[in-house]
């Protein structure tokens, strides 16, 4: 206790002296009849004002970089964009159905930072742009980020080679929280409805807690509106699977309230891929028509929000339901049979096996501002309810169908609760510091004739603290502290059929029984501490340089720690350990940047060391089990993780667009045996993107913003690999295409069409999920996107 106290006191109470003065922005704010507005809401990052009867304000202790800034006052259209702080800054804004005052003040291309974190800010347009198929596998061309798929629309990240439970996912501050163990299936998010994101390097645990152990990705969907009707209309298609979808982003604003609807429709067929055999268990099985069989799928995703805006008061409450029903290839599930692959000419029906998941959220937001300080309070609750649905099959004698739902192999229905508290407050002109209580609740149920994961029970309560200290214009420090307790109950699950089957086998009962006993009843409780430092110095006025070091903590999983059985999505038997302790891990992590010009560059080094990482090793010893091979124990072992990310982008007499980015990785276990110093599986190979852009008609009245281009894709060979993976060949794929905007008298329209792997090559994506069966990646791809913006 007496340790928490001094670092809440060296965190949050005690400021060193101060000597340095920072920026202020002031301003006046006036209706469309130049009368100024008194009262009217004003929010700069954790900084809060009203305008005084003159309309004016003033705030202070700003250092240099860009800021989100809004401006509420009922009755008028509120203002919601970027600023750009570089000096003492006077702003006017007229109240009004007008977006032209907003012009001015979006942030500029060569923003300094305000953080020591190593962080990418994504748009909505972004996304939309560059949407292929999945909001994961959207964020692949950026530094650093690759994705784990499986079949069309379905995957989830990658951060610096790091994913599933090592990668925290965040909507409007509340975790998603689903299966992330599995790799055969991804995030319960419609990328159509994320309106910003940002992307966390390296340290991220102390206000994220466990899982963020890789990095952070925090969508954020709280935007304020403008006034009156606003929105879009997308409507996609794309050759590869013959998807067609449909999405919906509504907004509307008046005076205090503001409310937003948003819903997705698609389904997918069959996709092609560039062959028509693979290799799976040494058997040949045929691909008809260089389609996969029972690939297709489809997705029906509904969002709600209801916002109330005050003086000093912002609340939200959001609504999500996000459902998919998708197809896995037969040839993947389970022992290998040409029968079951054969074309049954239907190219958009989802046979057996298939997943089906529905996700619902429901995330309550509430901020009060003060003068100097913010405090945060959200609640949050989410049911994921995940099934595999299978042909009943035996693997043994004695076993019988379910009454009901005899063909459903696995039932996984997880329910979460959060609550969160955070206040944050200006201590001085150049000290801020943060404090924030989380706590978490999940009850995982499980059914279904198969057996993979056990029922568990936990409890999380983390409790962090963070301190900023801007040293100087050029120097920002900043500080962070996190103390968690977590407890899970494991449920026992014996199968007295199988220990039947195996004593009429011959097995010994001891045997017998530990086979039979699918997972032991386990409790459990672990603490942890971390600790962040972090250096940001403005250099020179075009670079600017972070260092980051910290740790990060990941609390095993109950199929870490419980499970004994059957995999049948890696067809193997998976043997958990109940003493496992929490992934433990250590990053130093470093960002350079430079911009002048139409000139960007960063790179971006960094370092992992982690005491236990856990992993599944090959035991050396067959299970007895029917059809299940080798045991794969998890495991712990110290584990080292190393890389760089560059990123280059140049424009060119203001039309032609150049982006080149690059990612080398390396990793690999530190074990007492210098032989079994394997690289972490689901390792991204050494890889790149690069595209070159145009711009046509720039001041056309009907056509405008015309951009053409070409970009590549790149991975080396991946032949450092985990004791259960294949070594990876490299590849080159090329695509292209073009971007407008249509205006014809009320019409306009944005027009997105992109070819991906033109040449139709045939490649292989080391973190695919089908990566295993020798299945390429999906074959030549036309998608085209037609987005109608909604403005009254």
Same mark, same amino acid.
């Given at each position: ?275 028509? *055999? $693979?290799? /799976?268990?040494? %058997?040949?099985?045929?691909? #008809?028509?260089?389609?996969? @069989? +029972? ?53 958009? *029906? $989802?046979? /057996?096996?298939? %997943?089906?998941?529905?996700? #619902?959220?429901?995330?309550? @937001? +509430? ?426």
């Amino acid at each position: 206790m007496k340790q928490f106290l001094f670092v809440f006191l060296f965190f949050f109470i005690i400021p060193p002296s101060s000597f340095s003065q920072d920026y202020y922005l002031e301003g006046e704010i006036k209706n469309s009849a130049a009368a100024p507005l008194e009262g009217a809401h004003i929010h700069v990052d954790n900084s809060f004002t009203l305008t005084n009867a003159g309309g004016y304000f003033r705030i202070g202790n700003l250092p240099r970089g860009s800021y989100r800034m809004t401006v509420t006052y009922l009755g008028y259209q509120s203002i919601d964009t970027l600023i750009t702080i570089g000096e003492d800054k006077k702003i006017f804004f007229t109240l009004k159905d007008d977006t032209s005052t907003l012009r001015e003040v979006l942030v500029k291309s060569n923003a300094r930072r305000t953080t020591s974190a190593n962080k990418e800010v994504v748009s909505q347009v972004y996304i939309q742009d560059r949407f292929s198929g999945s909001l994961a596998k959207t964020l692949e061309r950026l530094p650093g980020i690759n994705s784990v798929e499986i079949g069309a629309g379905t995957s989830k990240p990658i951060i610096r080679g790091l994913g599933f439970n090592r990668i925290a996912v965040s909507e409007n501050g509340i975790k998603q929280e689903g299966q992330q163990w599995g790799a055969d299936h991804g995030l319960e998010i419609d990328a159509f409805s994320v309106e910003n994101l940002e992307i966390i390097k390296g340290v991220g645990a102390i206000e994220h807690g466990s899982d963020a152990i890789g990095g952070v990705i925090k969508i954020i969907n709280d935007r304020i509106p403008r006034e009156g009707l606003t929105g879009e209309v997308i409507v996609l298609g794309k050759t590869v699977n013959n998807t067609v979808a449909a999405s919906t982003n509504l907004a509307y604003k008046k005076e205090n309230f503001f409310y937003k609807i948003k819903a997705t429709g698609s389904e997918f067929g069959d996709y092609s891929v560039p062959t028509n *055999n $693979i290799v /799976y268990l040494s %058997q040949n099985i045929p691909i #008809f028509n260089e389609r996969l @069989k +029972n690939t297709a799928g489809k997705e029906v995703d509904l969002y709600g929000q209801v916002g109330y805006l005050a003086n000093n008061y912002k609340g939200t409450l959001s609504l999500s339901n996000v459902y998919f029903k998708g197809g896995f290839f037969p040839g993947a599930h389970g022992v290998p049979s040409i029968r079951r692959v054969q074309d049954d000419g239907d190219k958009r *029906n $989802i046979d /057996y096996p298939f %997943q089906r998941v529905n996700h #619902f959220k429901a995330i309550s @937001k +509430n901020e009060w501002f003060f003068t100097g300080s913010t405090l945060d309070v959200t609640l949050g609750y989410q049911n994921n309810h995940r099934q595999e649905w299978s042909r009943f099959h035996t693997h043994y004698q004695g076993q019988t169908p379910p009454e009901k739902d005899p063909d459903l192999e696995l039932n996984f229905n997880l329910n979460t609760f959060d609550a969160q508290v955070k206040y944050s407050r200006a201590l001085s002109e150049t000290h801020s510091a943060s404090i924030g209580v989380q706590s978490q609740v999940q009850d995982n149920k499980l059914s279904g004739y198969n057996f993979l994961l056990p029922e568990y029970f936990r409890t999380t309560t983390g409790i962090y603290l963070t301190h900023e200290y801007r040293a100087s214009q050029k120097v920002t420090l900043n500080l962070g502290g996190r103390f968690d307790y977590s407890k899970i109950s494991i449920e026992e699950n014996y199968d007295p059929r199988l220990f039947e089957y195996l004593i009429n086998k011959g097995q010994e009962p001891s045997v017998a029984s530990g086979y039979a006993t699918r997972s032991s009843e386990i409790e459990r409780d672990f603490t942890n501490w971390n600790l962040m430092a972090g250096l940001l110095n403005n250099i020179y006025p075009n670079w600017d340089a972070s260092l980051n070091a910290g740790t990060s903590f990941r609390l095993p999983t109950a199929i870490e720690l419980g499970a004994n059985g059957i995999h049948h999505g890696s067809f193997r038997h998976e043997q958990g350990d109940p003493n496992l302790d929490p992934e433990k891990g250590y990053v130093v992590d470093a960002k350079l940047n430079y911009s002048k010009d139409g000139f960007k560059a960063s790179m971006s080094p960094y370092i992992y060391y982690f005491d236990n990482y856990i992993y599944l090793n090959p035991s050396g010893i067959f299970s007895v089990l029917p059809h299940s091979g080798q045991i794969y124990q998890f495991t712990q072992n110290a584990a080292v993780l190393t890389g760089v990310e560059v990123e280059v982008e140049k424009t060119f007499f203001g039309k032609l667009r150049t982006q080149a980015v690059f990612e080398y990785l390396y990793n690999r276990q530190v074990t007492a045996k210098r032989s079994g110093n394997y690289p972490l599986p689901f390792s991204p190979p050494v890889n790149g993107f690069g595209e070159v852009g145009y711009l046509l008609f720039e001041n056309s009245k009907s056509i405008n913003s015309t951009e053409i281009f070409a970009n590549t894709s790149f991975a080396l060979e991946q032949n450092r690999i985990a004791q259960t993976e294949e070594t990876t060949p490299g590849y080159q794929i090329f695509g292209a295409g073009f971007r407008t905007s249509l205006s014809f008298g009320n019409f306009k329209a944005d027009v997105n069409l992109q070819l991906t792997n033109i040449f139709n090559t045939k490649y292989f994506n080391h973190t695919n999920f089908y990566r295993a069966l020798e299945i390429p990646e999906m074959g030549r791809n036309i998608q085209l996107m037609l987005r109608i913006p909604i403005n009254k």
